[in-house]
């Protein structure tokens, strides 16, 4: 059964960085796709970074240039590396990983940033 986790998150001021990491266990494989997305209170789950091929990778136009994606392939995790953070960037961050086109999500890590 795959299973996907997520940590690093927590409370930061703005101006600051955490580091997230997202690790997929029960698959003997590489996997291709692991993205990660955010949700804010009361708003719709958004794509926040993803790294579809080897140096290939696509994010959000509200966290270019502050925000980056990179992955342990071999380990099956991905990590996204947040600086400069803001009090918008305040939400619960997950990963998903697609194995064999199904979908899974982790149970999400909580982003705060105070101002």
């Known amino acids: 059964q795959v299973q996907v986790v997520e940590s690093g998150g927590g409370l930061v001021q703005a101006g600051g960085s955490l580091r997230l990491s997202c690790v997929a266990s029960?698959?003997?494989?590489?996997?291709?796709?692991m993205d990660w997305y955010r949700q804010a209170p009361g708003k719709q789950r958004e794509l926040v970074a993803l790294?579809?091929?080897?140096?290939?990778?696509n994010y959000a136009d509200s966290v270019k240039g502050r925000f980056t994606i990179s992955r342990d392939s071999a380990k099956n995790t991905v990590y996204l590396q947040m600086n400069s953070l803001k009090p918008e960037d305040t939400a619960v961050y997950y990963c998903?990983?697609?194995?064999?086109?199904?979908?899974?999500w982790g149970q999400g890590t909580q982003v705060t940033v105070s101002s």
């Open positions: 790294m579809p091929s080897g140096d290939i990778t």
């Open positions: 998903k990983a697609v194995v064999w086109g199904l979908t899974y």
């Open positions: 029960g698959v003997m494989f590489r996997i291709a796709n």
